[in-house]
């Protein structure tokens, strides 16, 4: 059975740091590319960062490009995302998930990640 269980999350001021770690259980990071996606109070989720299966290649939503940062440790079996700068409108439930194919890059799009963590919640106040 496949697990990907967030932590990291927690209530910060504008401006601060936090960094979310994503474990999975059952399935390795090291053959599957990663993402992280978040969802806002009254909002859609959206895609925020993902990174491919060798970890070389990473690509983020606009609104966070230059303050966050995704990276995997595979012999950790974990994704992160390292935020920095953070505002006020980053605050959401952030959600990390693996791909469903093997051996391809990360995506923007949802439905290309087949495993989904339970979400771990960020609050950032002005």
């Known amino acids: 059975q496949v697990q990907l269980v967030e932590s990291g999350g927690g209530l910060v001021q504008a401006g601060d740091s936090l960094r979310l770690s994503c474990a999975a259980s059952?399935?390795?990071?090291?053959?599957?590319?990663g993402g992280w996606f978040r969802q806002g109070p009254g909002k859609e989720r959206e895609f925020v960062a993902a990174?491919?299966?060798?970890?070389?290649?990473?690509f983020y939503a606009d609104s966070v490009k230059g303050r966050f940062t995704i990276s995997k440790d595979n012999a950790k079996n974990t994704v992160y995302l390292e935020m920095n700068s953070l505002r006020p409108e980053d605050t959401a439930v952030y959600y990390c998930?693996?791909?469903?194919?093997?051996?391809?890059?990360?995506?923007?799009?949802?439905?290309?990640?087949?495993?989904w963590g339970q979400g771990t919640q960020v609050t950032v106040s002005s």
């Open positions: 998930a693996q791909r469903s194919l093997a051996f391809v890059g990360g995506s923007s799009i949802e439905t290309d990640y087949g495993y």
């Open positions: 059952g399935r390795t990071f090291s053959s599957y590319a």
């Open positions: 990174i491919s299966w060798r970890g070389v290649n990473e």
